[in-house]
Structure formats: C-alpha cells, structure tokens
C-alpha cells in the first residue's frame, strides 16, 4: 500500500542551528504534502504546506521543498528556539481527501 | 471562532465494556475524520465523512468500531467491547473542502484507557 517514511525519528539541534526532517513517500500520484507540528499533550496543527505545482515554500523560519521526481520533501526550520521543540508529521496525500501519515519526528532544541 | 472540540477529554473504562466518543466540527465544515494515535505513535486513519456522502470506513480497524455523523454534523465513534489495545488517543479533524484548499483543524483527542 502507499507509505510515507520520515526521518530522523528523534532530532536534538543546539537552540539557534537549523534543523531538517525529511520525508519520502510512494504515491506518484500525491499532489499535496502538509506538515503538522504536536506540542505534548495538544492538538497537530497545520504549520506550512505544499502542493506539486512548486518546489519550495516559506514563511518566516519555516520553509519546505518538494521534489516530485525523488518522490520526497524536507521541512526546515532555521534559527530555532525553545518553543520549537514538539513532534513534526509530514502527510501526502492519496486522494482528495485522504492522507497518509509519516510516523514523526521529536525535534528537541538544546539552550 | 470555536474549533473542533471533543468530548470526553479523557476516559477510563474496562476492558468488554463499550464507549462513546462525541466530535463537534468547526460550523459549516462539511468534512469530518476520526484518527488514532498511540502513544508516540504517527495518526492511524479511521474513518471519514464528507457531507450525505457514504463515509469511507476503509480504516476502522474492526467490527467493534463504528462512527455516525448526524445532521452533517456531531460525530460519534463508537468502540463495542473494548480492548486493551484500543487504549489511545482518539483525534477527530474537520475541514471545509478537498484537501489542499483547506486544512485539517483537529480537537485536542479524547485519550481512551481500557483496563
């Protein structure tokens, strides 16, 4: 069945560098690809999306890349700060409604 | 404006016994889906509903699981003789159309306990 892999499972950054978590998924046909960030204990919320017309998008610190031919997108997150720590999921979707989800990343940053 | 808000917050019951989960969208969002997401787990699709559309129940993970959305609006799962390993977050998220034109907006779960 389709599949979204993410990557590290665990990322622990010193407060200030930059931090990448990165996503590979298998449907050629996924057109769309949210990342969604989930503080302990609250709701995943939407912080940045992409879809396959383009191949990168920001705002502010957070920027995210596509590349449809490799089938993967990256999140980054540069200068971080202590309120960036929480667990990151990558999504693609498989149709016009349906998402698959990646298993993860706790980013932790270090003062 | 109010989000998705769930209820319970948090609920304890023993194993064989059943529960109810309630979801209330955001107003007018005609799109309502139920996940689950063990402990430091990714989200586990359940099952969706899009306006009168016939919901897809692809992801219920057996027959003890159902969800009905009334009016196009509250939703409820319902878990029949619950088992240990039901024990999760239960997530439910709304959104106003097709994916890419409007997000997802989750409730913050009711987290279910079997013992």
């Known amino acids: 069945g389709e599949n979204v892999e993410q990557h590290p499972s665990t990322l622990s950054v010193q407060e200030g560098d930059s931090a990448v978590i990165k996503c590979t998924y298998s449907d050629s046909a996924s057109n769309y690809f949210p990342w969604y960030k989930q503080e302990l204990g609250k709701r995943p919320q939407l912080i940045i999306d992409i879809r396959s017309n383009v191949g990168e998008k920001k705002d502010q610190r957070i920027a995210v890349t596509l590349n449809k031919t490799a089938k993967h997108f990256s999140l980054h997150i540069t200068e971080t700060q202590p309120e960036d720590s929480a667990v990151y999921f990558c999504a693609a979707s498989v149709s016009n409604y349906q998402l698959i989800w990646g298993a993860g990343t706790k980013l932790i940053i270090k003062p | 404006g109010a989000g998705v808000s769930q209820s319970p917050s948090n609920k304890v019951t023993e194993k064989g016994k059943d529960v109810e989960l309630r979801c209330d969208p955001i107003s007018g969002h005609t799109a309502l889906y139920w996940y689950r997401q063990s402990l430091g787990q990714g989200l586990e699709f359940l099952i969706y509903?899009?306006?009168?559309?016939?919901?897809?129940k692809s992801g219920l993970p057996s027959d003890r699981f159902s969800a009905e959305r009334t009016g196009g609006s509250v939703s409820t799962l319902t878990i029949q003789r619950t088992q240990q390993e039901d024990s999760a977050v239960y997530l439910c998220?709304?959104?106003?159309?097709?994916?890419?034109?409007?997000?997802?907006?989750f409730g913050n779960g009711t987290r279910l306990t079997v013992t």
């Open positions: 998220a709304s959104s106003s159309t097709g994916l890419g034109n409007s997000p997802l907006h």
């Open positions: 509903f899009q306006g009168n559309s016939a919901p897809d």
